[in-house]
Every structure is written in structure tokens, then in C-alpha cells.
């Protein structure tokens, strides 16, 4: 691919402002385009697609996926055994312990960045941060990258859901993340009103055209064209029958029993929905992980049992679509937690040695790649970093990662931060 200059100066607030504004003059429709239908076998097979479910906080993956019984970090709750002979994992993950064949668990992550801020933005992009440049988050490579593959999409090609995860840096607000509430809504996006509402709406948005061009026109920089596209996009947007892929509420009743009634649970519901539309990256955020006290109450009682029933429904329900083959999962976290428990029975940050998991698309199935010693606190097999994970997830989507971008200052930047493959990941 040849390199991009991709610049932006307009912040994610104003671009966010300008999407709901404008929104707030339309209402969506409420079924798939006849097209999108009939191609949907073509989609399964040939779409490739990303699902980052991002747990915000940091989870104690030290009780999750790489566990140490009989050790003095141990903690309270036992192993179970999984699908994979000689694979354990949490008790309190029985579901997901019957798809270990189907994911990859990282045991040997690790990094620097112990901070939410930093190790959020490090996570998300594959550097840390710089005052001088704001990189591209996993949403905004992918999307820029595979969005190509789905030329009849109209919705956004990088949706959030739960959270505002992190921007699209100097690729520019094409690029940025469409944010939307586990139920679907975005603020603003019906106006009421009737047909004359609608009238204004065409007002309205035929004189900021005319408002766009002529600003074009007088050659101010790659950001009036950025901005006259964001506002394309959110014409086509409010009036696109794609919308109904937000609507979780029209699923059947024992699905969304199914994945959970929760904020997560639909969330991922949705994101299965967004996928076989033909959205290339969708990210799912759970928070709640930043277990300083109480970490086992919180895990067994709360969080765990709700990622379960969720996760496990969501890489159920795409293998049964055929969608599992074509879409990466990736399971994270800006950190893990320490072994030692604290004071207060809970853990704290802790980013030396912690785990993710991976699925689908072209990731091994029933793999362990690498190992921490017996007490957790270090990794005694070759580390794996943010941008190694990176690079993996991109070459399972069949990303090239000899791209190369070029930053808004006019530095060219490999795509993941020249990390490596995880070679363990793949067959």
C-alpha cells in the first residue's frame, strides 16, 4: 500500500458535535437494504472483521487465565479444566472453559505502562504516548484498511460500543470512532417532529453544503475536505436502512437471554449484528476491573459471571453463522494486576506479566503462548507487547504489515509500531 497522509486538525469533540447535530435532524430506518441481504452469504466468506472487547480498568487475568494455586498469590478461587487437555482456567468461567479449542490465551504479555491513561492509549495503538503526535487506535487501522472490502456500507466502519475508546490520530476523523450506548442510541439522532422536521433537516443541510464547498474552495487544508466527508457520511448515515444492525431490542427473546441482559451482553449482541452488516471493527467496552478492594467479591459476583455468559454466547452465535472464521476476537485490558494481594483483598496494577486472549479469523485454536513463574510476578518465556499483539490481530485480518503511514508532522510510521507476529498464534 502506498503511504498515506492522512492529517487532521479538527478534534474528536467538534467532529462528534457535528455528527449529532446534524443527526439530530433525521431518523433512521428501521430494516437492512434488500442488497445487504441478499449478499449476506457473500459477507461470511469474504469480509474480515475485528471485535475488541476492551476490559476497562485492568482485569486480574492472574485469577482468570493464567492462574497459580497452591501459591502465596493464588487467591480464593480454584482452577477448572477446559476442553484443551492440560488448559485451566477460572471456575467462575465454566462456559468459556468449554471454548478454550476455540481461543488463545497470551500468558506472557509484557509491558510498561502501569497507568489507566497511558496503558489505555498504549493498548489501543501500539505506542505510548507522545506530545507531538496523536497515533491511530486498532479501530481506526482496521477500519482504514478493510473498509475497502465492503464498498456498499453506509454505517460508520468503526463503531464503540459503551465507551469512547481512542481516536483516530493523524489518519484523520474519517477514521474516528462512531460511539453508541449498548441499547443502540445516539444522542440526539431523532428529532421528532415529522415531515416538517424533516423539511428543515433539508434546509439546513443544504446551506451547510453550500457553507462546506465554498470553505473548500478557498484551499484551507486537508481539514475542510476531512470535515465536508464527515458530513456526507452523516447525510448518508441518518437515512441508511444498515441502522437497524443497532437495534439489539429486535432480536429474538432467547437471544438476548442468550448473550445476557446487561449492558455487555448486548453490547456484544450488537456487535455480532455490526459485523454481519459488514462493520470491519467493532469494540465492546465492559469497565469495572480496577479491583484495588474487594477483587474476588467484584470478580465472582459481578464481572466474571456476566463476561461469560456474553463472551461465550458471542463465539457461539458467530461460528453458528459462519461468521467466526472471518472475525478476530481480542480480549483485553490496559494492564493486568499484582499477585501480591493488598490490604484491602484486592490487587493493583500490574503491567510486568499479565494475559489476553485472542479467537477466530486466522488465530491457532487450543494454543498457550508463553508462561509467567509460579508466583505470577514474572514472564520466563520470550515477552509479547502491545505492538506484537497488534501485528498478530492485522496479520490474522490479512493485513499487510509492510504498510506504512505517514504522520501529520511527515514522519512515516509502520503499521503497529513494527511489532512482531506472535508466531505461537498461528499454525
Same mark, same amino acid.
Given at each position: 500500500? *502506498?503511504?498515506?497522509?492522512?492529517?487532521?486538525?479538527?478534534?474528536? @469533540?467538534?467532529?462528534?458535535?457535528?455528527?449529532?447535530?446534524?443527526?439530530?435532524?433525521?431518523?433512521?430506518?428501521?430494516?437492512?437494504?434488500?442488497?445487504?441481504?441478499?449478499?449476506?452469504?457473500?459477507? $461470511?466468506?469474504? *469480509?474480515? +472483521?475485528?471485535? %475488541?472487547?476492551?476490559?476497562?480498568?485492568?482485569?486480574?487475568?492472574?485469577?482468570?487465565?493464567?492462574?497459580?494455586?497452591?501459591?502465596?498469590?493464588?487467591?480464593?478461587?480454584? #482452577?477448572?479444566?477446559?476442553?484443551?487437555?492440560?488448559? !485451566?482456567?477460572?471456575?467462575?468461567? #465454566?462456559?468459556?472453559?468449554?471454548? %478454550?479449542?476455540?481461543?488463545?490465551?497470551?500468558?506472557?504479555?509484557?509491558? =510498561?505502562?502501569?497507568?489507566?491513561?497511558?496503558? =489505555?492509549?498504549?493498548?489501543?495503538?501500539?505506542?505510548?504516548?507522545?506530545?507531538?503526535?496523536?497515533?491511530?487506535?486498532?479501530?481506526?487501522?482496521?477500519?482504514?484498511?478493510?473498509?475497502?472490502?465492503?464498498?456498499?456500507?453506509?454505517?460508520?466502519?468503526?463503531?464503540?460500543?459503551?465507551?469512547?475508546?481512542?481516536?483516530?490520530?493523524?489518519?484523520?476523523?474519517?477514521?474516528? #470512532?462512531?460511539?453508541?450506548?449498548? *441499547?443502540?442510541?445516539?444522542?440526539?439522532?431523532?428529532?421528532?417532529?415529522?415531515?416538517?422536521?424533516?423539511?428543515?433537516?433539508?434546509?439546513?443541510?443544504?446551506?451547510?453544503?453550500?457553507?462546506?464547498?465554498?470553505?473548500?474552495?478557498?484551499?484551507?487544508?486537508?481539514?475542510?475536505?476531512?470535515?465536508? @466527508?464527515?458530513?456526507?457520511?452523516?447525510?448518508?448515515?441518518?437515512?441508511? $436502512?444498515?441502522?437497524?444492525?443497532?437495534?439489539?431490542?429486535?432480536?429474538?427473546?432467547? %437471544?438476548?437471554?442468550?448473550?445476557?441482559?446487561?449492558?455487555?451482553? =448486548?453490547?456484544?449482541? %450488537?456487535?455480532?449484528?455490526?459485523?454481519? +452488516?459488514?462493520?470491519?471493527?467493532?469494540?465492546?467496552?465492559?469497565?469495572?476491573?480496577?479491583?484495588?478492594?474487594?477483587?474476588?467479591?467484584?470478580?465472582?459476583?459481578?464481572?466474571?459471571?456476566?463476561?461469560?455468559?456474553?463472551?461465550?454466547?458471542?463465539?457461539?452465535?458467530?461460528?453458528?453463522?459462519?461468521?467466526?472464521?472471518?472475525?478476530?476476537?481480542?480480549?483485553?485490558?490496559?494492564?493486568? @494486576?499484582?499477585?501480591?494481594?493488598? /490490604?484491602?483483598?484486592?490487587?493493583?496494577?500490574?503491567?510486568?506479566?499479565?494475559?489476553?486472549?485472542?479467537?477466530?479469523? /486466522?488465530?491457532? =485454536? /487450543?494454543?498457550?503462548?508463553?508462561?509467567?513463574?509460579?508466583? /505470577?510476578? !514474572?514472564?520466563?518465556?520470550?515477552?509479547?507487547?502491545?505492538?506484537?499483539?497488534?501485528?498478530?490481530?492485522?496479520?490474522?485480518?490479512?493485513?499487510?504489515?509492510?504498510?506504512?503511514?505517514?504522520?501529520?508532522?511527515?514522519? #512515516?510510521?509502520?503499521?503497529?509500531?513494527?511489532?512482531?507476529?506472535?508466531?505461537?498464534?498461528?499454525?
Amino acid at each position: 500500500m *502506498n503511504p498515506c497522509n492522512c492529517s487532521s486538525s479538527m478534534s474528536r @469533540r467538534h467532529f462528534m458535535a457535528h455528527l449529532a447535530g446534524a443527526a439530530a435532524m433525521a431518523t433512521p430506518a428501521i430494516a437492512f437494504t434488500n442488497s445487504l441481504l441478499a449478499s449476506a452469504a457473500d459477507l $461470511k466468506k469474504k *469480509n474480515k +472483521a475485528c471485535i %475488541m472487547l476492551w476490559m476497562d480498568g485492568g482485569p486480574a487475568t492472574i485469577d482468570m487465565f493464567d492462574m497459580k494455586p497452591g501459591s502465596a498469590t493464588a487467591g480464593q478461587f480454584k #482452577p477448572i479444566s477446559t476442553k484443551v487437555d492440560g488448559l !485451566q482456567i477460572c471456575e467462575h468461567l #465454566p462456559q468459556l472453559a468449554g471454548q %478454550m479449542d476455540q481461543l488463545a490465551i497470551v500468558r506472557s504479555m509484557s509491558t =510498561r505502562e502501569a497507568d489507566h491513561g497511558r496503558g =489505555r492509549y498504549y493498548m489501543h495503538t501500539g505506542y505510548v504516548p507522545n506530545p507531538t503526535i496523536e497515533h491511530p487506535s486498532y479501530g481506526a487501522v482496521v477500519a482504514h484498511e478493510l473498509v475497502s472490502q465492503m464498498p456498499q456500507l453506509e454505517i460508520p466502519p468503526f463503531v464503540s460500543i459503551g465507551g469512547s475508546s481512542i481516536g483516530p490520530g493523524f489518519l484523520g476523523m474519517t477514521w474516528a #470512532p462512531f460511539v453508541v450506548d449498548s *441499547n443502540g442510541d445516539v444522542k440526539n439522532l431523532n428529532p421528532g417532529g415529522g415531515k416538517d422536521a424533516m423539511e428543515r433537516m433539508h434546509q439546513r443541510l443544504t446551506v451547510l453544503g453550500s457553507m462546506e464547498e465554498d470553505f473548500i474552495n478557498e484551499h484551507r487544508g486537508e481539514a475542510a475536505d476531512d470535515h465536508f @466527508r464527515v458530513l456526507k457520511k452523516t447525510v448518508n448515515l441518518m437515512t441508511s $436502512k444498515q441502522m437497524a444492525a443497532f437495534k439489539v431490542n429486535t432480536e429474538p427473546a432467547a %437471544m438476548q437471554e442468550k448473550y445476557g441482559k446487561t449492558a455487555f451482553g =448486548r453490547g456484544c449482541l %450488537m456487535a455480532r449484528r455490526l459485523v454481519e +452488516a459488514g462493520v470491519p471493527f467493532v469494540e465492546v467496552d465492559m469497565g469495572g476491573w480496577d479491583t484495588h478492594q474487594n477483587n474476588f467479591t467484584t470478580l465472582e459476583k459481578q464481572k466474571l459471571p456476566e463476561l461469560d455468559k456474553a463472551m461465550s454466547a458471542l463465539i457461539g452465535d458467530l461460528k453458528d453463522r459462519g461468521l467466526y472464521d472471518s472475525t478476530a476476537i481480542v480480549w483485553l485490558g490496559e494492564f493486568g @494486576r499484582t499477585p501480591r494481594i493488598n /490490604g484491602n483483598a484486592g490487587r493493583d496494577h500490574y503491567a510486568r506479566a499479565w494475559s489476553v486472549v485472542v479467537g477466530g479469523a /486466522g488465530f491457532k =485454536r /487450543g494454543a498457550v503462548v508463553g508462561a509467567t513463574n509460579e508466583d /505470577g510476578t !514474572q514472564v520466563t518465556t520470550d515477552p509479547y507487547t502491545s505492538q506484537d499483539l497488534m501485528a498478530s490481530v492485522l496479520k490474522s485480518l490479512g493485513v499487510s504489515l509492510n504498510t506504512t503511514f505517514t504522520s501529520n508532522n511527515g514522519r #512515516p510510521l509502520k503499521i503497529a509500531n513494527s511489532g512482531k507476529v506472535i508466531k505461537e498464534l498461528f499454525v
